[in-house]
């Protein structure tokens, strides 16, 4: 995966990319836990979002989100739990990969 570490990493996001291999992603580190919203402005493609506690398990998480039209129509995606690192991979990568609520992501990060 991608990392998003920084707050203008975090800002772009995916955003402006064509596509995405299947066996990629991007995840974002937060700072802190806290409950941090996603919106699929500048998207081309659609994602899974996934939204992980500090231990890397999956708290709560959207599927199939589309890019949004315009900016006057692009709800923001907000989990009703805190999270520390978000997840987004490809569409329908949660139902092929049997993702759901509960699930633990293993995962190092570089000098941590």
Known sequence: VDL???PAQQSTGLS????????QGMLFVMQSPGRY??????????????WLDTKGTVVYLKQNLQPC?????????????????????VAGFSQ?????????????????
């Open 4 to 6: 998003a570490l920084t």
């Open 16 to 23: 402006g990319r064509e596509k995405m291999p299947e066996n």
């Open 37 to 50: 919203g996603f919106w699929m402005k500048e998207m081309k493609f659609p994602l899974d979002i996934f």
């Open 69 to 89: 039209l315009t900016i006057l129509n692009c709800p923001t995606y907000t989990p009703d739990t805190d999270s520390m690192y978000v997840l987004e991979t």
């Open 96 to 112: 092929r990969h049997a993702i759901a609520k509960g699930t633990q992501f293993n995962f190092r990060l570089p000098g941590r």
